[in-house]
């Protein structure tokens, strides 16, 4: 073969590859679909998506094909429970793809079962690419005699790391701020290992999102619905086990002489929980996957962007969206500390006065004190009459000082006469027709604290009409006291129970139990509107569709592990959190830093401002610092770590957090020592041409920045753009 030959071969085989590159695998078999983010290829026969690229972040996401997964049902049938449907042994009847090419439908008929034979299901399933990410929908008609309990789409079964040198971690949604797991080289089992056969990963995020990435890059994998009518978790499984088990090392993921003639691989696993019954047919919600350059924060924006054509904040007193701080009052338990009768809570409104306090939690008010009788609101003739917490009521808000009443519906009290003569029938109830009962919590006493006579709860089921007309009618109870809000605790859960199984609440059988918390909320909004407009709904760290309707979300946070995924997510949402030290200004910086409110809470929410004056002087000083800068540091974008870089002895410094502001084109960073030592810091804020100034809140004039500047331990300073 001559030179000429040779070469005009390899000149094809170039222009082979590159026709490949740029048009698509030339493979008879596959389905793409391609943008210049990313590339999805779905096998003809079975739809499985056997390759999945992020094109914009240089990850392959899925990458051996002959680990593709299409979806997965669970259809119990009798003495057979564990009976699931698995895609990839399922043959397409058909598929289609539309006109712009940006779109594939599947359609799959009569299922192949794994122990019940072939089921009287019909799927559509949906691959639509566009600028929001790959999203995935599903249709499913059930024929069949069973119900299916749960799909799993879309399914990804070779789950990959981009790069060796950086971890994989899962980022999630928790309570009050970002939850982290590892993923791959260590893989923790988060699910008890009894009841699986390889480690696995279960999580449910009150159908948000995940982050699947590494410090520089990840693929955005989120629920786009707020319907609430299912329950969603994001499955993760190590097949075919640990390497090496005593450090949960996973490796790349184990070698195959370790697994036998197993591939070793992650698999991922969206699971929908639609309980579709004989004859009814049921869509899924929406999961949108999408690939994501640098760190997690850019994954975040995705939602954020996605959120932007839902979300809209709810009705607000204007008093609540002012720089300010509350102190939290626990007056009465279970274990009848009666520690305030009602009278005397006037000398809480005048702390509060005195020390620029804008508003009171009240907890512990209801007859039988906090977490007992719920859901009663009545008033404890204990602690004096209901006109005696009237009066106090108008008293302290005449100096200026708003009363929230804490409230609670979640649940009721199972020992009480109520509940077993009415409640019971608003109870949630699970597939045996029982009830769930909540641990509850231990107050004060040896023997309660022991757990021996704890109050127990039971969860009530919010979709029931007749137990929300009960809630309404206790909700009136705060406003005719004359308070100015309150505040829903634990409204964010519902003590493990997920779905209803009773047939007389007019419901679906089973119905998720998320799915009432917003007509819950919306009938309280239309009590308030009719009769006080102002009054103020808040709750224990709401989820993202209830901040449409309750304007502040309490939470406790530990400022030292913190990362303040919520107050990413949302700049301008009103979050308070606990400030409980003698001296606790680690978390009052922490609060500045974060742009959350103080509840005060000396002595765990029991004792009186005066009890901790280092912290309340303190305290006072930050709120004072951010009102006078509230350009930046209240009315401006927080924008987390992006924007700056800090350093300390050439090391960076993560313990700062940046503000643009309000109006103008120029930025702040809060720069907090948590150290018992002096630090020097060095600040470079991104493509400044301003000159900088920094204050703290020891001195709230402006002082030139020179570049780099000390701070004292346990102290904060704001360097700005003048």
């Not at 789950?159 to 080289?185: F, H, Q, T, W």
């Not at 279970?334 to 005195?354: F, I, N």
């Not at 004359?482 to 419901?507: F, I, P, R, V």
């Amino acid at each position: 073969m001559n030179k000429y030959v040779l070469k005009v071969i390899t000149i094809s085989v170039i222009l082979f590859s590159i026709i490949i590159d740029t048009f698509g695998t030339l493979n008879q078999n596959v389905i793409t679909l391609e943008n210049n983010d990313v590339k999805a290829v779905f096998d003809k026969e079975t739809g499985a998506l056997v390759e999945l690229s992020g094109k914009s972040n240089d990850w392959q996401f899925q990458q051996r094909h002959e680990l593709g997964l299409s979806f997965q049902l669970l259809v119990p049938a009798p003495d057979k429970r564990n009976n699931p449907v698995f895609g990839v042994k399922q043959k397409l009847k058909k598929y289609e793809i539309s006109a712009d090419k940006n779109t594939i439908t599947f359609y799959w008929e009569k299922l192949q079962s794994e122990r019940a034979g072939v089921l009287d299901i019909n799927i559509i399933g949906k691959a639509n690419l566009d600028s929001m990410g790959l999203t995935f929908d599903m249709k499913i008609e059930n024929n069949s005699l069973y119900t299916i309990e749960a799909a799993a789409f879309p399914a990804i079964g070779d789950l990959s790391r981009p790069n060796l040198e950086e971890n994989l971690e899962c980022m999630s949604v928790g309570y009050s701020g970002m939850d982290k797991l590892p993923i791959a080289p260590v893989f923790f089992n988060k699910i008890g290992y009894y009841g699986v056969d390889n480690p696995t990963i279960a999580l449910n995020t009150n159908n948000q999102f995940i982050l699947l990435g590494t410090p520089s890059k990840g693929f955005y994998i989120g629920c786009h619905d707020i319907s609430q009518k299912e329950m969603l978790t994001y499955n993760i499984e190590l097949k075919p086990g640990y390497g090496l088990s005593y450090d949960n090392w996973a490796g790349e993921f184990a070698s195959k002489g370790e697994a036998g003639e197993e591939t070793p691989r992650l698999e991922l696993r969206v699971w929908h929980f639609p309980y579709i019954n004989p004859s009814e047919t049921a869509s899924l919600s929406p999961i949108v996957i999408k690939p994501y350059n640098g760190s997690w924060h850019a994954g975040v924006d995705i939602y954020k962007s996605w959120r932007k054509t839902w979300f809209h904040y709810p009705q607000t007193p204007q008093w609540a969206k002012e720089v300010h701080s509350w102190q939290q009052i626990h007056i009465n338990s279970p274990e009848d500390e009666l520690r305030c009768q009602y009278k005397d809570l006037v000398k809480y409104g005048e702390d509060c006065a005195k020390y620029g306090v804008k508003a009171i939690q009240l907890t512990g008010w209801n007859n039988g004190g906090q977490d007992k009788n719920n859901p009663s609101h009545d008033t404890d003739p204990r602690l004096g009459s209901w006109q005696d917490l009237k009066d106090a009521i108008a008293r302290i808000e005449a100096m200026g000082v708003r009363v929230i009443l804490f409230n609670k519906y979640t649940w009721a009290d199972r020992s009480t006469e109520w509940f077993r003569n009415e409640l019971i029938k608003y109870a949630v109830k699970d597939p045996y027709g029982d009830y769930p009962v909540y641990h509850g919590y231990q107050y004060q006493t040896p023997t309660q604290l022991a757990d021996i006579n704890t109050i127990r709860f039971v969860p009530m089921c919010q979709l029931s009409p007749q137990w929300r007309d009960i809630a309404n009618k206790e909700f009136m109870k705060s406003i005719d006291l004359g308070a100015s809000g309150m505040l829903y605790d634990e409204n964010q859960h519902h003590g493990g129970a997920t779905y209803c199984w009773d047939k007389s609440h007019g419901h679906h059988v089973p119905a998720y139990v998320f799915e009432g918390d917003m007509p819950l909320v919306n009938g309280f909004r239309e009590i308030t509107n009719n009769l006080k407009p102002d009054f103020l709904l808040s709750g224990e760290d709401s989820y993202e569709i209830q901040k449409t309707q309750y304007s502040v979300s309490y939470y406790r946070m530990n400022p030292f592990t913190h990362i303040p995924l919520k107050r990413y997510i949302d700049p301008y949402e009103l979050i308070m959190v606990q400030v409980i030290g003698f001296n606790d200004r680690a978390m009052i910086n922490a609060c500045l830093k974060y742009r959350y409110i103080f509840s005060y809470e000396p002595y765990n929410f029991k004792g009186r401002l005066s009890d901790f004056p280092l912290t309340i002087n303190y305290g006072q000083k930050i709120d004072s610092l951010r009102t006078t800068y509230k350009d930046y540091l209240w009315d401006g974008e927080f924008r987390d770590i992006l924007g700056a870089t800090v350093t300390s002895n050439g090391n960076p410094f993560d313990s700062y957090a940046v503000y643009r502001h309000a109006t103008e084109n120029k930025n702040a960073v809060v720069i907090t020592n948590n150290n018992k030592e002096e630090i020097e810091v060095e600040v470079k804020i991104d493509n400044s041409n301003h000159p900088l100034v920094y204050v703290s809140p020891e001195n709230m004039g402006k002082i030139k920045f020179e570049g780099k500047l000390k701070i004292k331990p346990l102290s904060v300073i704001v360097v700005m753009e003048k």
